[in-house]
T-cell receptor
Framework: GEDVEQSLFLSVREGDSSVINCTYT??????LYWYKQEPGAGLQLLTY?????DMKQDQRLTVLLNKKDKHLSLRIADTQTGDSAIYFC???????????FGTGTRLQVTL | GAGVSQSPSNKVTEKGKDVELRCDPI?????LYWYRQSLGQGLEFLIY????????KSGLPSDRFSAERTGGSVSTLTIQRTQQEDSAVYLC?????????????FGPGTRLTVL
């Protein structure tokens, strides 16, 4: 079955790195995504990784995928106050069309 | 180019009334999705349209919910006889569904409050 889990809250100091973790259960996941949601706004796609990749880097963002453990992480380098938001991981499996989202991790960046 | 747009941005209605929510996908995107975001349930898939194929309605929570997509573009989500538990943010997404790009791009959502 499909189940995606995330920790609910993370607090980091400005300038530090943030690491947001996600675990999923469906081994047939093809794409895994990270979305950002700011207060009162929709979902903004940050990055995605194909299941045959281990790592993807995009400017301050690094995605790591451990397919054996079904673990996905998003690292934000040099975290800024503008990074404060809720971060959702999501999986897309096989020919299924829908995304299954995690519960979301609220990132709080302190000065 | 323009992103996914949704209207209205906010809707307050009374229990028992019907509501219609609209989604304008990104031009040229063949796939359209509706999701619901609520406090108790997180983000849930509702329905999916792809081209002229029959929609995947597997996520609709009850027969009070229906959706249509006219001309392969604009979609309307209708909730009949609204209940308080229908209060949520309804998000629409579209995707080009091309080889190599299956990404879903989300609209800002419609916040529905049922009194």
């Amino acid at each position: 079955g499909e189940d995606v889990e995330q920790s609910l809250f993370l607090s980091v100091r400005e300038g530090d790195s943030s690491v947001i973790n996600c675990t999923y259960t469906d081994s047939s996941s093809t794409y895994l995504y990270w979305y950002k949601q700011e207060p009162g706004a929709g979902l903004q796609l940050l990055t995605y990784i194909f299941s045959n990749m281990d790592m993807k880097q995009d400017q301050r963002l690094t995605v790591l995928l451990n397919k054996k453990d079904k673990h996905l992480s998003l690292r934000i380098a040099d975290t800024q106050t503008g990074d404060s938001a809720i971060y959702f991981c999501a999986e897309r499996t096989g020919t299924a069309s829908k995304l299954t989202f995690g519960t979301g991790t609220r990132l709080q960046v302190t000065l | 180019g323009a992103g996914v747009s949704q209207s209205p941005s906010n809707k307050v209605t009374e229990k028992g009334k019907d509501v219609e929510l609209r989604c304008d996908p990104i031009s040229g995107h063949t796939a359209l999705y509706w999701y619901r975001q609520s406090l108790g349930q997180g983000l849930e898939f509702l329905i999916y349209f792809q081209g002229n194929s029959a929609p995947d309605k597997s996520g609709l929570p009850s027969d009070r919910f229906s959706a249509e997509r006219t001309g392969g573009s604009v979609s309307t989500l209708t909730i009949q006889r609204t209940q308080q538990e229908d209060s949520a943010v309804y998000l629409c997404a579209s995707s080009p569904r091309l080889a190599g790009d299956d990404t879903q791009y989300f609209g800002p959502g419609t916040r529905l409050t049922v009194l």
